[in-house]
Antibody
Framework: EVQLKESGPGLVQPSQTLSLTCTVS????????VHWVRQPPGKGLEWMGV???????AYNSALKSRLSISRDTSKSQVFLKMNSLQTEDTAIYYC?????WGQGVMVTVSS | DVVMTQTPPSLSVAIGQSVSISCKSS???????????LHWLLQSPGRSPKRLIY???NLGSGVPDRFSGTGSQKDFTLKISRVEAEDLGVYYC?????????FGGGTKLELK
C-alpha cells in the first residue's frame, strides 16, 4: 500500500527555518517523484517543489530562494527545508505523489 | 505561470442533483506528446486532496462513474451526476503540462 506521511514541528518562530520530513512506503523514491504542496488556512493549494525520481529538484520560483528539497533513498524520506519563515508561511504542508497524498502537517509561524 | 480559473467559487446543491464546474487555463494544456495534463481533485472537509480525474477524462481508481471530465485546449468541465453526500467538499483543477504545476482556486460544493 502506498503511503506518505509528513512530520515536523507544528510551530516555528518568524525568521527561523522550517524542516519537514516526508516518509514514504509502498514505493521507491527512485521510481516516483514526490512533490510538496502547501495550503494556507481556508485557502487553495500552492505547489512548492518536487524531488524527481532521478534525484534532481525543481522549485516554485516564488519560493526558490528560501526552499531546499533533498532525500535519503535508503530511509525512503524526502526533506523540505525553508528558511526566513514569515506568518504568511502558516499552512498545511503536504507531500504527494499526485495520485497519493499524505495527511498533511499544520505549521504555524508565530512568536 | 499558467493561471487556472475555476467557476463558480461555490455551489449549493441537493442530493441527487447534477452539477458542473468549469476550469479555464491561460494557456493551452496540450503537451508536446499530444496529451493534456489537466486533472481534478476533491478535498473533503478536514481531509487531504484526492485525485478524481487525470488527463481531462480518465477516472482515478475507485472513483464512481457519476464523475466525468470533458474539455480540450484551455476549457474544461467536471460534471457530477446525481450528487451524493460524500461528494461534498472543495474541487480543484490542476495542470501539470507546464512548469510549475498550478491549481485552480477551488469550487466549494455544499448541501442546499
Amino acid at each position: 500500500e502506498v503511503q506518505l506521511k509528513e512530520s515536523g514541528p507544528g510551530l516555528v518562530q518568524p525568521s527561523q527555518t522550517l524542516s519537514l520530513t516526508c516518509t514514504v512506503s509502498g514505493f521507491s523514491l527512485t521510481d516516483y517523484s514526490v512533490h510538496w504542496v502547501r495550503q494556507p488556512p481556508g485557502k487553495g493549494l500552492e505547489w512548492m517543489g518536487v524531488m524527481w525520481s532521478g534525484g534532481s529538484t525543481a522549485y516554485n520560483s516564488a519560493l526558490k530562494s528560501r526552499l531546499s528539497i533533498s532525500r535519503d533513498t535508503s530511509k525512503s524520506q524526502v526533506f523540505l527545508k525553508m528558511n526566513s519563515l514569515q506568518t504568511e508561511d502558516t499552512a498545511i504542508y503536504y507531500c504527494t505523489r499526485v495520485v497519493y497524498w499524505g495527511q498533511g502537517v499544520m505549521v504555524t509561524v508565530s512568536s | 505561470d499558467v493561471v487556472m480559473t475555476q467557476t463558480p467559487p461555490s455551489l449549493s446543491v441537493a442530493i441527487g442533483q447534477s452539477v458542473s464546474i468549469s476550469c479555464k487555463s491561460s494557456q493551452s494544456l496540450v503537451y508536446s506528446d499530444g496529451k493534456t495534463y489537466l486533472h481534478w481533485l476533491l478535498q473533503s472537509p478536514g481531509r487531504s486532496p484526492k485525485r478524481l480525474i487525470y488527463q481531462v477524462s480518465n477516472l482515478g481508481s475507485g472513483v464512481p462513474d457519476r464523475f466525468s471530465g470533458t474539455g480540450s485546449q484551455k476549457d474544461f468541465t467536471l460534471k457530477i451526476s446525481r450528487v451524493e453526500a460524500e461528494d461534498l467538499g472543495v474541487y480543484y483543477c490542476a495542470q501539470t503540462t507546464h512548469f510549475p504545476p498550478t491549481f485552480g482556486g477551488g469550487t466549494k460544493l455544499e448541501l442546499k
